[in-house]
């Protein structure tokens, strides 16, 4: 009924005017105010008084009563539940424990000594195989030996061509020693408190000299003027008398005196016959003299090898 009267005023305030519609407005809002304030108010007070009341009683008496219940009946089951375990556990598993172990003991030894014993007896009955014997590996058949340096070559070759050989030889030893080196380095000792490389080929080139200038009287077998010398010293002396006039050529020009004076001294042995052959032989003043120059040569040839490796 209520909602019928509202809506009935309602389209009643849109017919009326404005001004009717204001006054309408107002008295809507004061009765809704008025209807629904008390009942709010009412209900507040009665939920203040009801629900402390109602909820306060069941709260205390349920503290009361778990308070008392609760350990009374835990306490009885956990004690007797300790002492049954303590009883029974111990009793049943001790017996099983000691009767496997002696079962084991007994029965493990007696089924596997049996078999192993049998294996050996029938391992001893069996006959070894026979052996093969290895082969015996063929001896090395034996090293042929080494020929000596240009072998082929020196096969019948005479005297004289064996002595124009080594004397080739050796001045190749003695250019290979000294290729590549410069004139800074040629004027440097080789060791201390001996020559440089410089004054060695200086004397290699006065030896060929001296060969030369003595060349026709050794060829008839006069000796050497040096060969009576057994003196260091004296040696000393006149190697030193031989290279005095010859220090002031540079290393370019003591290098090509080197070259030029074997070469005469080569293209006058040529010119010497192969007969008699004693005249090549150590017997004549003329092939020793001859033959002590490729040892010579090449053991300055060394010295000059050795110094430029340790330097």
């Known amino acids: 009924m209520a909602a019928r009267k509202k809506t009935a005023k309602r389209r009643a305030a849109k017919r009326a005017p404005k001004r009717a519609r204001k006054v309408a407005k107002k008295r809507v809002t004061k009765k809704r105010t008025t209807r629904r304030a008390a009942p709010r108010k009412a209900a507040k007070k009665r939920a203040a008084k009801k629900r402390p009341a109602r909820r306060a009683a069941p709260r205390k008496a349920?503290?009361?009563?778990?308070?008392?219940?609760?350990?009374?009946?835990?306490?009885?089951?956990?004690?007797?539940?300790?002492?049954?375990?303590?009883?029974?556990?111990?009793?049943?598993?001790?017996?099983?424990?000691?009767?496997?172990?002696?079962?084991?003991?007994?029965?493990?030894?007696?089924?596997?000594?049996?078999?192993?014993?049998?294996?050996?007896?029938?391992?001893?009955?069996?006959?070894?195989?026979?052996?093969?014997?290895?082969?015996?590996?063929?001896?090395?058949?034996?090293?042929?030996?080494?020929?000596?340096?240009?072998?082929?070559?020196?096969?019948?070759?005479?005297?004289?061509?064996?002595?124009?050989?080594?004397?080739?030889?050796?001045?190749?030893?003695?250019?290979?020693?000294?290729?590549?080196?410069?004139?800074?380095?040629?004027?440097?000792?080789?060791?201390?408190?001996?020559?440089?490389?410089?004054?060695?080929?200086?004397?290699?080139?006065?030896?060929?000299?001296?060969?030369?200038?003595?060349?026709?009287?050794?060829?008839?077998?006069?000796?050497?003027?040096?060969?009576?010398?057994?003196?260091p010293a004296i040696y000393a002396e006149m190697n030193e008398e031989h290279l005095a006039p010859l220090r002031h050529l540079s290393w370019d020009e003591a290098v090509r005196l080197l070259m030029t004076t074997r070469a005469e001294l080569i293209e006058r042995l040529q010119a010497v016959p192969d007969e008699p052959g004693e005249v090549w032989t150590e017997a004549h003043p003329f092939g020793a003299s001859m033959l002590r120059l490729p040892g010579h040569d090449r053991g300055h040839a060394e010295r000059i090898k050795n110094a430029r490796l340790a330097g």
């Open 62 to 231: 349920a503290k009361k009563r778990t308070a008392k219940k609760r350990p009374a009946r835990r306490a009885a089951p956990r004690k007797a539940a300790k002492k049954r375990t303590a009883k029974k556990r111990p009793a049943r598993r001790a017996a099983p424990r000691k009767a496997a172990r002696k079962r084991v003991t007994k029965k493990r030894p007696a089924r596997r000594a049996a078999p192993r014993k049998a294996a050996k007896k029938r391992a001893v009955r069996r006959p070894a195989p026979p052996r093969r014997p290895r082969p015996v590996p063929p001896a090395p058949a034996p090293e042929a030996p080494v020929p000596a340096a240009f072998e082929p070559q020196k096969a019948g070759a005479t005297a004289k061509d064996l002595l124009l050989f080594e004397l080739e030889r050796a001045r190749v030893a003695v250019l290979a020693a000294i290729q590549g080196l410069g004139s800074g380095s040629a004027m440097q000792p080789v060791a201390e408190g001996k020559w440089s490389t410089h004054e060695i080929v200086l004397h290699l080139s006065v030896r060929d000299r001296m060969r030369l200038d003595e060349f026709d009287s050794m060829l008839a077998g006069n000796p050497a003027s040096w060969a009576h010398i057994d003196d």
